[in-house]
């Protein structure tokens, strides 16, 4: 029975990569094993995809879209780590990796006063907002600030925005206030391995600080885009494995609420909400601006990041370390494969996981092709494995595009190929590489179906 290449991916992660992984970080230490690994792992490659035996190994994983061994071993070794000291958080953990993991936590450093009461919503016509912006701001604001039972008129309200970093750069927050009519912009730069979640909630949890601090005898709303932050807040418990800054911004509320029935009368003093994004709203437009601007590292603050930010951003790190290793082979093998469009190297899925119904026999085909070290003579000849490139119609190269656009051996089958690939917008002797490229699944299994007919193993 054949094995399809659909299995291969979780049947190698889940019953031999398991194994080896098993007390990988003692292994790591010793650096000589993961050699063995390596070996392993690419023979499995080589079988499982059907390359031939001259495919180059970065050519291979970037296909398979696998993470290099190495860069596992590193990945296994570091999330071990990060589980060991966040989970436990003893002292001598936290002295021990200080520097490469965990960062000063900030913490609300005094009590909040007996009057502030804290409610978080997302309303409805926040949504009818988004959804036609048949509601305007002022309108908005007043059904916001009822809801929150905010009975002072004009009450302090703060916009926060968070922005996920693009490479090389900090997180930033904007935290723009708005006092009786006077605008305050406030931005604050975070670590880049903050997730956008997570930078969202400490921008509001930096901001209730601010109300608490600096508008003590004042009501406050704050207002947020971020409805996954505002949607977590507002559920009566954390969810199971909840991050820690929304856990601690829901705990807030408990703090401070100790005479809350006898305030209620008076009206709460401090709200949180949800408002549309990019829908004009002034303060949320500033906001925007201040967490997308790109040189504000003057202000940077140190804040706990979170223990699955730390995780996923290792894991980044190590797909990012395992594609620049095949890069870097890429430099004397598998060149033309890894600048061409179809090299795969930048996902963490095998290539042929978009084109579902292809039988295993042409995913190999199709490998082979996209890879470059196929079975027709001119690419058996590079590698000196036959001594002409000469197609037997006695043509000087056969090649993949010669053997599909020009071969007269193959013309029958040809009329029905051009035929077809012509109802898909594609002319004839288009290169097939470019045919690969863009992924097309029909047109994939048209060039599959071609070669079948042919009767030939390529
Ligand atoms: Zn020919």
């Known amino acids: 029975m054949q094995m399809s290449e659909f299995y291969f991916e979780p ?24 050699k063995d690994f390596d070996k392993i792992q690419n023979k499995g490659l080589r079988i499982a995809m059907g390359y031939r035996t001259t495919t180059p190994i970065n050519v291979m994983h970037a296909k398979a879209g696998l993470m290099r061994i190495q860069q596992r071993v590193e990945l296994l070794a570091e999330r071990y780590n990060i589980r060991q000291i966040a989970g436990k958080k003893s002292e001598e953990n936290i002295n021990l990796l200080e520097n490469r993991i965990f960062k000063r936590e900030e913490r609300f450093k005094e009590e909040w006063d007996d009057y502030t009461f804290t409610n978080a919503i997302l309303t409805e016509e926040g949504k009818i907002k988004q959804r036609n912006n048949s509601i305007n701001d002022h309108t908005l604001m007043n059904i916001i600030r009822e809801k929150l039972r905010i009975k002072e008129n004009k009450p302090t309200i703060i916009f926060i925005d968070g922005s996920k970093a693009e490479e090389g750069r900090a997180n930033e927050i904007g935290i723009i206030t708005k006092e009786n009519d006077c605008w305050k912009e406030e931005g ?84 949180i909400a949800w408002i549309p994004a990019h829908m004009g709203i002034e303060g949320n437009e500033r906001a925007d601006r201040i967490a997308k601007e790109k040189t504000r590292n003057d202000h940077y603050i140190e804040f706990k990041i979170p223990e699955e930010d730390l995780i996923r951003n290792a894991e980044e790190e190590a797909w990012k370390r395992s594609r ?15 600048n061409s469009g179809v090299s795969n190297n930048n996902k963490k899925t095998p290539w042929f996981t978009t084109v579902s119904s292809l039988e295993r026999k042409s995913i190999v085909t199709l490998s082979r092709i996209r890879v470059n ?17 000469e197609c037997e119609c006695g043509h000087g190269v056969q090649d993949i595009d010669h053997v599909i656009w020009q071969c007269p051996m193959n013309e029958e089958q040809r009329r029905i190929l051009e ?25 994939l299994r048209l060039i599959a179906a071609f070669i079948n007919k042919l009767g030939r193993t390529i």
């Not at 098993?22 to 790591?28: E, M, S, T």
């Open 11 to 34: 049947l190698y992660k889940n019953m031999i990569r398991s194994v080896l992984e098993y007390a990988i970080p003692i292994y790591h230490e010793e650096g000589s094993k993961t």
């Open 188 to 271: 604050i730069s975070i670590d880049n391995r903050m997730s956008i979640y997570t930078t969202e909630a400490i921008a509001l949890s930096k901001s209730m600080e601010k109300a608490k601090q600096e508008y003590p005898n004042k009501a406050v709303i704050i207002l947020s885009d971020s409805e996954s932050v505002i949607k977590a807040i507002t559920k009566g418990f954390p969810k199971k494995g909840e991050n820690s800054w929304i856990i601690k911004i829901m705990k807030q509320p408990k703090n401070c609420c100790k005479r809350r029935q006898n305030n209620r009368e008076g009206g709460h003093r401090l709200g």
């Open 324 to 338: 620049n290793k095949n890069k870097e082979e890429g430099t004397h093998k598998g060149i033309k494969y890894l």
């Open 373 to 389: 070290h196929y079975n027709l003579n001119e690419s058996l000849e590079r590698k000196n494995l036959v001594n002409s490139a």
């Open 419 to 443: 035929n077809q690939l012509e109802h898909r917008g594609i002319d004839r002797g288009v290169p097939v590489m470019d045919i690969l490229k863009a992924n097309q699944p029909a047109n």
